[in-house]
């Protein structure tokens, strides 16, 4: 979390959350889920992914912020339609969702960049 503060230049922060069951889920969610504008819950392609619908029982106190999508794909999809030229998409949790997400992307010739503090 204050990596991404110290780092980057966003106005708001979108989060594509998805991670493992056996991984600290409210102890990541509690660092992070505060400073999101929008977060999406999805869920990687793995036995072992958290079903999005879990998670979002894990933090009700975030309700009014979270989406829950299918798959990375949707979720990836959804934040890039919300987010606007001075947001920040950070896709976290699971290095498979990430993983999942960077194939997505250059799958279908999608750019990204990053925003670094001056």
């Not at 106005?11 to 102890?27: A, M, P, Q, R």
């Not at 505060?34 to 999406?40: N, Q, R, V």
């Not at 798959?71 to 987010?83: D, G, M, P, T, Y």
Request: glycine fraction near 6%; aromatic fraction near 12%.
């Amino acid at each position: 979390k204050e990596a991404i503060s110290n780092i980057f230049s966003y106005k708001e922060l979108i989060l594509v959350f998805g991670v493992s069951t056996d991984k600290d889920i409210e102890g990541i969610g509690k660092n992070l889920f505060p400073f999101a504008d929008k977060i999406f819950f999805t869920r990687s392609n793995t036995k072992r992914a958290a079903a999005p619908e879990a998670l979002k029982k894990r933090f009700p106190d975030y309700e009014k912020k979270i989406t829950l999508t299918f798959n990375v794909r949707e979720a990836v999809e959804l934040a890039r339609r919300q987010a606007k030229p001075d947001d920040l998409i950070l896709v976290t949790g699971s290095l498979f969702v990430v993983g999942e997400t960077l194939d997505f992307l250059s799958r279908n010739g999608i750019g990204y960049e990053k925003t670094v503090k001056d």
